[in-house]
């Protein structure tokens, strides 16, 4: 695997931003430091076409304008907490509500997604750094995060580490939106979607999980088998019609590292399977991305479910939920979980 970085612009605050390419084989992935955001992942498609299958900018401008998380690393807490409560220890701590006012979402009014981090080029991958002081968004404890990109052939693979000098949340993910026919290619409607979960977090009106865990059976969730993206994210089924689409957690059975989904694009042939050892996946199918979005990548326009997004996570909402799992890593342990995307290509 090789490694080469670039200057890519500057912040409104004049804080520089890299662009770092991993290139392995025909395959080759762009990681920025603002917000680590993976910015291209360009692979071949079945006639040998190089294909960019994320959305993503050309500018730092861009990437400051937009509001979607687009290819972000996602902390100290992905997905949404009700009411921006939250309680460590003995100790509640109410976080900035900037999920229209009434939860808090993927960190807060200035997220890991803003931030700018330090990069460090391994024998094999990317390793980015950020540092989140005591307070920051809200959050208890100074938290020191460590976010690995790997390339190989056919696997782009995220590895995070964190520790905190107090009990704190932590909950890490990367909010990449996927289109397996080409960045600009428009709607994902035509592609396949499979999700190896039986179960998932039905969501109350504030769009948050109520802390009921349901069955799939018989409902547009159900996609346990391999279905167009568009066969149910238009459904009337109430869940579906409250998110404007798929946008909910998934819970694959078991635990370590395992098959979370697989999509794939008939037109390029190109699939991706995921696979992590987290407890749960957002599926999302870019229900608010919108046409007035900054242009993309080689003048492209996003628009809505110009993309989808398998965000690997604790399940949302936990701390008003407590039987889920608890995104707490506790002073002197270390927060590790690991996510892959493996690319393939079928006749």
Known sequence: ?????????????????????????NCSASVLTLG???????????????????????????????DCYIGALLGRCANRIADGR?????QTYTLACNDNGINHLHGGMVGFDRRIWKATVLPDGLQLQYE????????????????????????????????????????????????LGGHASGSVGS????????????????NAPTGEVASVEGTPFDLRQPVRFDAGWDSDFTQIALAGGYDHNYIP???????????????????LTVTSDMPGVQLYTGN????????????AKYDRRHGFCLET??????????????????AGETYHHITNYRYSVCP
């Open 86 to 90: 939250i309680t460590v220890g003995q």
């Open 191 to 206: 592609q396949m979607i499979q999700v190896d979960a039986d179960r998932y977090t039905p969501l109350a009106s504030n």
């Open 132 to 179: 989140s002081p005591d307070g920051e968004e809200g959050y208890p404890g100074r938290l020191s995060v460590t976010a690995i990109y790997r390339l190989t052939q056919d696997t782009l693979s995220i590895e995070f580490f964190a520790q905190s000098d107090k009990d704190t949340v932590c909950n890490l993910s990367s909010h990449s939106y996927f289109n």
């Open 313 to 330: 996570q604790f399940w949302p909402n936990a701390f008003a939920c407590p039987d889920f799992p608890q995104p707490i890593v506790h």
């Open 36 to 66: 680590g955001i993976l910015q291209s992942w360009t692979v071949p498609d079945r006639n040998g076409a190089p294909t960019d299958i994320v959305l993503g900018f050309d500018s730092v401008g861009a990437y400051e304008a937009q």
């Open 1 to 25: 695997m090789k490694i080469v970085n670039e200057p890519f612009g500057v912040t409104a605050q004049g804080q520089p931003v890299e662009r770092y390419t991993l290139t392995d084989g």
């Open 288 to 299: 608010f991305l919108r046409d007035d979005l900054p242009e993309g990548k080689q003048h």
């Open 253 to 271: 059975a078991g635990d370590g590292l395992r098959p979370f989904a697989q999509a794939s694009c008939p037109q390029t042939g190109i699939t």
